[in-house]
């Protein structure tokens, strides 16, 4: 599943549906989807997105070889990238975001 998060003056952006839910958890949302958050509330959720994501203590990317059977783990932080631009942008905007 795929979920898109979407504001005004933004490109919506797309996350896999288990990364999607974890980032709106940290965000302090129940990680239902579809769902939305008003303008107002913003900038709360992303402050708890990125206070979420400092505690969190996912490894970073390890360099692999092409001979290596492992696939490359990408950290939740760099998962949250887009998403965190998308909130300030919306928080500049004073836009709500929602997803589907």
Do not use: C
């Not at 990680?31 to 303008?39: D, K, Q, V």
Request: proline share 5%; hydrophobic share 40%.
């Amino acid at each position: 599943m795929l979920v898109i998060f979407s504001t005004s003056r933004y490109s919506d952006i797309m996350l896999f549906g288990d990364v999607a839910k974890q980032l709106l958890q940290l965000m302090g949302h129940s990680g239902t989807i579809p769902g939305a958050i008003l303008a107002d509330d913003v900038p709360k959720a992303l402050q708890g997105l990125q206070q979420g994501l400092k505690s969190s203590t996912s490894p970073e990317n390890t360099e692999q070889t092409e001979a290596e059977a492992e696939p490359i783990h990408i950290s939740l932080n760099k998962r949250a990238l887009p998403l965190i631009e998308l909130l300030q942008s919306a928080i500049q905007n004073h836009s709500d975001v929602m997803w589907k």
